[in-house]
């Protein structure tokens, strides 16, 4: 059996999380008998990472608010000899990471030497340690992580990426036909999900702009509209469900689906728009057509991966230079192909 340790405590958000599976089944190609452990950190949200990602084995999670949690980590991390230990920096180096990396017990040791102009300076230890200018050429998160893999001689053909999906049980997938079938009867009418929050405030599409990109939908096409809240867009949700009722546009609310829930939903609309988040990724993934916003060189980096969808980016750092009639006109082929 190969054990290998993936050190990445920085972030195991869902959208990072879905941009590193890739890597992970690199990995599981080259060594079908691998083991693979997995450095992450707490999260704000519950979410299934082993069933996110089905090739990794063991969890083990970096917690310092303690001493008693930081020794505790630290006996879970010296526990076992590992045959490979990486840190696939993609974003920054960071230096707890490869400090967790050097105090692990591992025959390689593998990581990033330089990325971009940041010089790793405890690159000293690794065994394994390429240079790369990933933002120079503009290269795609998910092909960073991939990249990390490689160098250990563990590839997956982009076609292969790609055609990858979210699993879903039997249960989760009985639960989304029977949400649609309970909440949009008229099988003719099509189905568009908006989800106008996102965890940082740049990322973020006016709520006002999602308004009237409903607006111009609902004229032309007359579909059904749903609004998809996690927990944090409330106060964007309220606001546009509020100018929604005035201006008298049916509609229904999503709040807080589970992951997987949401995932054996979206299998069924006809589109999901949304801006830079992690629940994009999660509809990429999922295989569902995306239109998402960014702001000026960020789609490069974070645009959907697995499922081709539309983008649009602002010309500056301003995302909301984006009109709505651009949304609408990057909209209109889901909605007329195939129609």
């Known amino acids: 059996m190969t054990e290998i340790l993936v050190i990445r405590p920085q972030s195991n ?8 599976l890739p890597m992970y089944k690199a990995l599981k190609t080259k060594y079908p008998d691998a083991k693979i452990t997995l450095v992450g950190c707490p999260t704000n949200y519950k979410i299934n990472f082993k069933k996110l990602n089905p090739w990794l084995d063991e969890l083990i999670i970096f917690r310092k608010d303690k001493l008693s949690s930081l020794l505790a980590f630290l006996i879970a991390l010296r526990k076992k000899k590992y045959d490979i230990v990486m840190v696939p920096s993609s974003i920054r180096i960071s230096y707890t990471s490869y400090l967790i ?7 390689i040791k593998a990581g990033v030497g330089r990325m971009d102009s940041q010089k790793n300076k405890m690159s000293f230890f690794l065994d ?3 240079e790369y200018d990933w933002n120079r050429n503009r290269i795609h ?7 990390t893999a490689k160098a250990l001689g563990c590839a997956l053909p982009d076609e292969e990426v790609t055609a990858m999906r979210i699993k879903l049980s039997p249960a989760e997938i009985e639960y989304g036909n029977d949400y649609i079938a309970g909440n949009f009867p008229d099988r003719k009418r099509k189905i568009v999900v908006f989800h106008p929050g996102a965890g940082q405030k740049r990322n973020t ?4 702009k999602y308004f009237e990109l409903i607006k111009l939908i609902s004229e032309k096409y007359n579909p059904y509209i749903v609004v998809s809240s996690g927990f944090i867009d409330r106060q964007i949700t309220d606001k546009l469900e509020s100018m929604l009722g005035a201006a008298g546009i049916e509609y229904s609310v999503m ?20 801006n830079n988040t992690g629940v994009m990724h ?12 960014f702001f000026k060189d960020d789609s490069f980096e974070w645009s959907p991966y697995f499922m081709k969808g539309e983008i649009l980016e602002s010309p ?19 909605f007329e192909e195939g129609a």
């Not at 998160?141 to 990249?147: T, Y």
């Not at 709040?255 to 949304?274: E, G, M, N, Y």
């Not at 500056?316 to 889901?334: M, Y």
């Open 13 to 20: 958000q869902l959208g990072d999380t879905i941009c590193t």
């Open 101 to 107: 990396a050097l105090l692990a017990r591992g025959k």
């Open 128 to 130: 394994v340690k390429p």
């Open 141 to 147: 998160q998910v092909n960073r992580f991939l990249d």
């Open 205 to 208: 599409w006016d709520v006002n």
């Open 255 to 274: 709040v807080d689906v589970p992951a997987f829930q949401l995932a054996a939903i979206l299998k069924h609309v006809t589109l999901f728009v949304c």
């Open 282 to 293: 999660l509809a990429s993934f999922n295989g569902t057509n995306t239109l998402a916003f």
């Open 316 to 334: 500056s750092s301003d995302i909301n230079l984006i009109t709505a009639e651009q949304a609408f006109e990057k909209a209109k082929r889901f």
